[in-house]
T-cell receptor
Framework: GAVVSQHPSWVICKSGTSVKIECRSL??????MFWYRQFPKQSLMLMAT?????????EQGVEKDKFLINHASLTLSTLTVTSAHPEDSSFYIC?????????????FGPGTRLTVL | GDSVTQMEGPVTLSEEAFLTINCTYT??????LFWYVQYPGEGLQLLLK?????DKGSNKGFEATYRKETTSFHLEKGSVQVSDSAVYFC??????????FGKGTLLTVNP
């Protein structure tokens, strides 16, 4: 149980275009999802918290107009990288938050590798 | 604020060796503690977790015990395999549902 999928798994785009990444919780409902960015050989950097039916909360230093987040349903959150540039190339990972009877846990998707040419 | 400190790698072991990756934390309240594993080119997988003092999380031969007195959650495995080669992240969730990660430890197991 607690499976999270991401689509696409990798994408290559030209500079200036926009790219949408989907994050789905397959077997549970998630009112809260998180978006992370990971640079090579580094830990995950939290970008934003996505809440179903409300605006996302962005971490300090993350441009909300560049990284658009939409959490339209209890199983789907999307991250759109607008007007992508080579410096946006990275590994983007989402997680879905599951409230448990004994503990709350985040379950992660497999990640999306974005390369901007 | 909350923080997680884990031993810096890389760690290189031979197959069947004993593994310990140290992790200590600082947090307000009573956090839940986690170990995640990331295989090359993949996202993070939950390896094990513990929610309160003296709880032991275990999975796939890995174990970690929540030690409140030493604020630690060290990861151990008695006999590692080549397939255990990955990056291991210690993490906690405190009061705001956000995960705080350590920097990760790269483990390489040689046959």
């Amino acid at each position: 149980g607690a499976v999270v999928s991401q689509h696409p798994s990798w994408v290559i785009c030209k500079s200036g275009t926009s790219v949408k990444i989907e994050c789905r919780s397959l077997d549970f409902q998630a009112t809260t999802m998180f978006w992370y960015r990971q640079f090579p050989k580094q830990s995950l950097m939290l970008m934003a918290t996505s809440n179903e039916g409300s605006k996302a909360t962005y971490e300090q230093g993350v441009e909300k107009d560049k990284f658009l987040i939409n959490h339209a349903s209890l199983t789907l959150s999307t991250l759109t990288v607008t007007s992508a540039h080579p410096e946006d190339s990275s590994f983007y990972i989402c997680s879905a938050f599951l409230r448990g009877t004994s503990t709350d846990t985040q379950y992660f998707g497999p990640g999306t590798r974005l390369t901007v040419l | 604020g909350d923080s997680v400190t884990q031993m810096e790698g890389p760690v290189t072991l031979s197959e069947e060796a004993f593994l310990t990756i140290n992790c200590t934390y600082t947090a307000t309240g009573y956090p839940s503690l986690f170990w995640y594993v990331q295989y090359p080119g993949e996202g993070l997988q939950l390896l094990l977790k513990a929610t309160k003092a003296d709880d032991k999380g275990s999975n796939k031969g890995f174990e970690a015990t929540y030690r409140k007195e030493t604020t630690s959650f060290h990861l151990e495995k008695g006999s590692v395999q080549v397939s255990d080669s990955a990056v291991y992240f210690c993490a906690l969730i405190a009061s705001n549902y956000k995960l705080t990660f350590g920097k990760g430890t790269l483990l390489t197991v040689n046959p």
